[in-house]
């Protein structure tokens, strides 16, 4: 049981905009930072968002985060798909209840 | 650049422990940064299981894995080890050691992982 909730799946043409939302709660996405992860099959996850928007070194600006306070949801945006977008993408937060990072179960994006 | 090297795939019985080992090189391993250890059974999604700060051994561990999994570190060789002991086959997984981006940083930017370790229990 997850406590970050994702849908399991999204999908979109090349070159189109996809949004992956990310919802939780106060103890976590409401009060604490979001980050954002990129999995490819068999391959260690990747950093792809922190501190809510923030890229790290060589993640491109097709990739943005927003979150929202009071409705404890953020949303990774992804704009000019491409078929190697394809992959599993999680969401993350420290939750201050649990004193643990928590994360969602993640997105299946298909490029269609 | 940071390097987090895992030590190979295990195959353990029920009951039994594994001891999962993470090298770091690229970075000053005794200053501020911590390390932790995140989990993905086959099929399944990412799960944490605690930090430890190197240099200090501060260890924080998710409530589920507080009474069996134990992390140190050994410094001379900059190194961190996850052992979970009582092992069930529920534990199979690929674990993977990680670090924050910054330095002092606790768990906003997982942003350097190992490569992975398959744990394997089975009897």
């Known amino acids: 049981q997850t406590v970050l909730t994702q849908p399991p799946s999204v999908s979109a043409a090349p070159g189109q905009k996809v949004t992956i939302s990310c919802s939780g709660n106060?103890?976590?996405?409401?009060?604490?930072?979001v980050c954002w992860y990129r999995q490819f099959p068999e391959k260690a996850p990747q950093l792809l968002l922190y501190?809510?928007?923030?890229?790290p070194s060589g993640i491109p600006d097709r990739f943005s985060g927003s979150k929202s306070r009071p409705s404890a949801t953020a949303t990774l945006d992804i704009t000019g798909l491409q078929p190697g977008d394809e992959a599993h993408y999680y969401c993350?937060?420290?939750?201050?209840?649990?004193?643990?990072?928590?994360f969602g179960g993640g997105t299946w994006l298909t490029v269609l | 650049q940071v390097q987090l090297v895992q030590s190979g795939a295990e195959v353990r019985k029920p009951g039994a422990s594994v001891k999962v080992s993470c090298k770091a090189s690229?970075?000053?391993?005794?200053?501020?940064?911590?390390l932790h250890w995140v989990r993905q059974a086959p099929g399944q999604g990412l799960e944490w299981l605690g930090w430890?700060?190197?240099?200090?051994?501060?260890?924080l561990y998710a409530q589920k894995f507080q009474d069996r999994v134990t992390t140190t570190s050994d410094t001379s060789i900059s190194t961190v080890y996850m052992e979970i002991s009582s092992l069930r086959p529920d534990d199979t997984a690929v674990y993977f050691c990680?670090?924050?981006?910054?330095?002092?940083?606790?768990?906003?930017?997982?942003?350097?992982w190992g490569q992975g370790t398959l744990v394997t229990v089975s009897s």
């Open positions: 990680v670090r924050p981006l910054h330095m002092g940083e606790l768990t906003r930017s997982l942003g350097h």
């Open positions: 690229g970075y000053i391993f005794t200053n501020n940064y911590y």
């Open positions: 430890i700060n190197p240099n200090t051994g501060a260890t």
């Open positions: 106060k103890s976590n996405i409401g009060t604490q930072y």
């Open positions: 501190d809510n928007d923030l890229r």
């Open positions: 993350a937060a420290w939750d201050s209840s649990l004193r643990a990072v928590v």
